[in-house]
């Protein structure tokens, strides 16, 4: 049952390929498409996921994401993972709660785009605190994260790829 679960979020994480070459060159917008993915496939499918995958399982938020939404998610990539510093990860992994919260921190409810995002200054998230957002030349800043790849479409929301793991107060 893990394995199944590891592996739809997995294909759930997965941006397309043409969406990974935008992302190497910076931040880009993909145009929103209509998907049948929800937010896990999509995200699963990119490929840059496999760490927000294995702790979307280990804090039990699969179900919540495979949900009905909309969401928007702010997707760290596992290069981002990387950058925490050594031991937090594995901690954040045996810590269920403290890893749940940071996990529904990286999501706003509703289907927020690009647009949307470029004009806000702050966002609430599913965790209760609030993110801070900028947009200043062609960037898009939430908190200390870049945005990289905008507006990949999934059935049940958006996914916006970021450079970092957003950390919760």
Known sequence: MNSLRTLALAATLAVPAALTAQEAQGYSESPATTST?????????????TTLAKAIVAADLTATLKGEGPFTV???TDEAFAK????TLDA??????????????????????SK????MSSGKTVNGQELSIKAKDGKVKVNKATVTTADIAASNGVIHVIDQVLMPE
Do not use: Q
């Open 92 to 113: 954040l992994l045996k810590d269920k709660a403290k890893l749940a919260a940071i996990l529904t921190y990286h999501v706003v409810p509703g289907n927020v785009m």
């Open 74 to 76: 702010f997707a760290p």
């Open 116 to 119: 949307d995002v470029a004009g």
């Open 84 to 87: 925490l510093p050594k031991g």
């Open 37 to 49: 993915s929800d937010i896990i496939e999509t995200a699963a499918a990119a490929g840059s996921f």
